[in-house]
């Protein structure tokens, strides 16, 4: 069985108040300060859970510096005081860059209780096929 460290149960923690900060920015009307906390303590639980070497090297992989400039640009865009349009690039990096996952989260909600019967309903059925599409960006895999 795999061990959990420390390090990767605080990094859950800090990935998840990240997310919550940056939710809290959008509910709040693009808080640029709410956004910028989330955005910072999303990269850094990413580092924990995963490690910073580890991290450097998924987002400076050469087929992801496109994906990753997005991103990064994204956060300075939201630094610099325009949070919706900072976001709106920074989801279309976030998208690039974590789109070869999108298949393994789609068929792992697909086998949670509730959220596996919504995601079965006609419509979202579709949609979320084609985000769980081996690569939906339709670029060859490395």
């Given at each position: ?82 949070p919706v349009i900072g976001m709106c690039v920074e989801l279309y990096g976030f998208f690039l860059l974590f789109s070869g996952?999108?298949?393994?989260v789609i068929n792992f909600l697909r086998r949670v209780p509730v959220i596996g019967t919504i995601l079965n309903l006609p ?20």
């Amino acid at each position: 069985m795999y061990q959990i460290t420390d390090f990767q149960k605080i990094g859950v923690g800090l990935a998840g108040f990240g997310i919550a900060f940056l939710f809290l920015g959008i509910m709040f009307f693009f808080d640029r300060g709410l956004l910028a906390i989330g955005n910072i303590l999303f990269i850094v639980g990413l580092s924990f859970v995963i490690g910073m070497e580890r991290t450097v090297r998924f987002f400076f992989q050469k087929h992801k510096i496109k994906a990753t400039s997005f991103f990064i640009g994204g956060i300075f865009v939201v630094l610099l005081g325009f949070p919706v349009i900072g976001m709106c690039v920074e989801l279309y990096g976030f998208f690039l860059l974590f789109s070869g996952f999108f298949p393994v989260v789609i068929n792992f909600l697909r086998r949670v209780p509730v959220i596996g019967t919504i995601l079965n309903l006609p419509y979202i059925r579709q949609v979320a096929d084609r985000l769980g599409e081996s690569n939906s960006m339709g670029e060859a895999e490395p």
